[in-house]
């Protein structure tokens, strides 16, 4: 899966400038021919500073009811998913060509969004970020250090910040950075099991039915899953997100910088014969 998340300031008078009937129908020349809207309920916690109160009945917190809502139009064999906020626009793909045409896309996406809703070819960028999640699962014959670094690091010009590489249950993440792109690079892997779901997407990327994306895998990957093969899910996220000031379209320029951090990481993670066997990765 690969994936542009845009945040932005919040749209004024979103629900009401908005009408996802009329953008439905700008998105159609697209492919976008399915929509769906999420609802969103939950409870609010506020905590409220106050002095210290004696009585042991009181509570300096209180709690809200929240609803939320945003819309998702997908095509038709539902590889693409653009999700629509007050706050936010994402582009998701699970049948990933090249950069170029994913981009392409986004571009023609944006600019119907200017088109349809109100403020939007203004509104202040807050962060952009570029998402790759790659299934890497050898084939029946092979081993996942066939595809895989055992030792895999980022790119030189990067420097590890936070907490740094941590390895917990198969899984190791590093957080770096390099001036002012912020990258996370995560490895983590999965040993089948015999009535147990398999699992390729993150947890925080899952979508409810209504908005799921279809997934595709090759022959020999079916045929590696059956033999309960060992496999990697490698997920890397590049973002820029300080002082940017730039409207949606203008973010895009950014764009290219954040696909060069993702797919240099790309590169230092596999091996060799993962890159003669897969080509160049775009």
């Known amino acids: ?134 299934l890497i699962i050898p084939k029946p014959s092979q081993d996942l250090n066939d595809y895989l670094n055992e030792e895999w690091h980022a790119p030189t010009s990067f420097k590890e910040v936070g907490a740094g590489r941590k390895l917990m249950m198969n899984r190791t993440t590093q957080i770096l950075e390099d001036g002012e792109i912020k990258l996370r690079v995560d490895s983590a892997q999965f040993e089948p099991k015999n009535g147990m779901p398999i699992s390729v997407i993150p947890s925080d990327l899952s979508d409810r039915d209504e908005s799921s994306m279809q997934l595709y895998f090759t022959p020999w990957m079916e045929e590696s899953f059956a033999a309960q093969k060992n496999y990697v899910i490698l997920d890397i996220d590049a973002s820029l997100q300080d002082n940017l000031n730039c409207s949606p379209k203008e973010a895009l320029d950014k764009l290219s910088s954040l696909r060069l951090a993702v797919r240099d990481s790309f590169k230092t993670c596999i091996t060799e014969n993962a890159e003669r066997e897969w080509g160049y990765y775009e």
């Open 1 to 134: 899966m690969a994936l542009v998340d845009i945040s932005f300031s919040e749209l004024p008078n979103f629900e009401g400038n908005f009408d996802p009937e009329k953008l439905a129908e700008a998105l159609f020349s697209l492919n976008f021919t399915k929509k769906a809207k999420i609802v969103q309920n939950g409870i609010e916690v506020q905590v409220r500073n106050e002095p210290q109160n004696t009585n042991l009945n009181s509570s300096n917190t209180s709690t809200k009811e929240f609803s939320a809502s945003h819309w998702v139009y997908l095509n038709n064999d539902r590889t693409l998913a653009l999700h629509i906020m007050s706050s936010k626009l994402i582009l998701k793909c699970t049948k990933y060509d090249c950069f170029s045409t994913f981009n392409d896309l986004l571009k023609r996406c944006i600019d119907v969004c200017e088109a349809e809703i109100s403020h939007f070819d203004t509104v202040p960028v807050q962060k952009i970020g570029l998402r790759y999640v790659d």
